[in-house]
């Protein structure tokens, strides 16, 4: 297995750029978190928990990897606090966190949640998986429309995780298995 995790992750090293989409790696690997680039002195050193089981294909690797880099990304922002309209340190709100997260890896979104939620491929929640946005309803008066969104960050059977910035406790990650979240949950969509 370890063989297995090591060829993969040499192989998205040399084809990191051959999607389809526009995912190329951004320039300035000080201030984003990239996987997928290789230490100066060539040593390989990799924590198999990582990374996980992909298919063979060189597509489905490196957009398995894109979303843990987006994903490496948003956690940066992890107790900041809730601003409206903010995409910085200094504050952010949810949908600022996810354009700014897929904005570090040349992916562009609409800025507002409602708007994200018409871009990807919307999916079934038993098929989320890391890098998927979440869309809910959290405005009562408003029941019917998309006002918030999370980044995926873990998703495995009975467990489905994510990064968002509320107003009462800023960036951080909670689970859709939460009463609030489970019973403001509209939709799950894929931009990856």
């Excluded at 922002?77 to 997260?101: H, I, N």
């Excluded at 979440?134 to 029941?143: A, E």
């Excluded at 873990?154 to 019973?183: K, M, N, P």
Aim: with cysteine; charged share 25%.
């Amino acid at each position: 297995m370890k063989k297995l995790l090591i060829l993969i992750c040499l192989s998205v090293c040399f084809y990191n750029c051959k999607s389809s989409k526009n995912t190329k790696a951004p320039t300035n690997v000080n201030t984003r978190p990239n996987k997928t680039t290789l230490p100066e002195d060539n040593s390989v050193k990799l924590n198999t928990t990582d990374f996980p089981d992909v298919s063979n294909t060189n597509s489905n690797k490196t957009e398995t990897v894109l979303a843990f880099n987006i994903i490496d990304y948003a956690k940066q922002f992890s107790g900041v606090r809730y601003k409206y309209g903010g995409t910085t340190k200094s504050g952010m709100d949810c949908s600022g966190l996810v354009f700014e997260s897929f904005k570090a890896y040349d992916i562009l979104l609409p800025r507002s949640s409602r708007d994200m939620a018409t871009k990807g491929v919307k999916i079934k929640i038993e098929d989320v998986k890391e890098g998927d946005l979440l869309f809910f309803h959290t405005n009562p008066k408003k029941r019917n429309t998309i006002s918030h969104v999370g980044l995926v960050v873990t998703s495995r059977t009975g467990l489905v995780e994510f990064i968002h910035s509320t107003t009462q406790a800023g960036v951080i990650v909670s689970s859709l298995a939460e009463r609030y979240w489970f019973t403001s949950f509209v939709e799950a969509r894929r931009i990856l």
